[in-house]
C-alpha cells in the first residue's frame, strides 16, 4: 500500500523536464498503473498528461484540437523533433508550419 501511494504522488507530481517526449509518455504510462482514478477517461488522461509537458511543447498545442490520446502524442513528437532540427539550424519555425505539414 505504501508503495502505490508512492507511485501514486510521483505520477501526480511527473513533470517532463530534460526527458525526451517518448520518454516523458513511457514514464507517464508506467506510472498511471497506480493513479487508474486520475486517467480513467482519455480525456482526464490527455489534460494530466499536457499538464506534464514542457511549457514550450504545450504551448504549441495551444489551438490545436486533440482527439485522442494517440493523437496528442503523435503531435507532441512532431513538435520535438521539429523543435531539435530548430535548435540544429535546419528548420525557422513560423505560425502554422506544422500544420502545412512541412
Request: no cysteine; proline share 2%.
Amino acid at each position: 500500500m505504501h508503495m502505490q501511494k508512492q507511485k501514486q504522488r510521483e505520477f501526480l507530481t511527473l513533470k517532463q523536464e530534460k526527458m525526451l517526449v517518448m520518454e516523458y509518455a513511457n514514464k507517464f504510462t508506467q506510472l498511471s498503473r497506480f493513479a487508474s482514478e486520475y486517467v480513467a477517461m482519455d480525456q482526464m488522461r490527455m489534460l494530466r498528461f499536457k499538464e506534464g509537458l514542457d511549457l514550450y511543447i504545450r504551448n504549441q498545442l495551444i489551438g490545436q484540437p486533440v482527439q485522442s490520446s494517440q493523437e496528442l502524442y503523435e503531435r507532441m513528437a512532431k513538435i520535438e523533433r521539429a523543435k531539435e532540427l530548430s535548435i540544429a539550424g535546419q528548420v525557422t519555425p513560423k505560425k502554422g508550419w506544422l500544420d502545412r505539414g512541412n
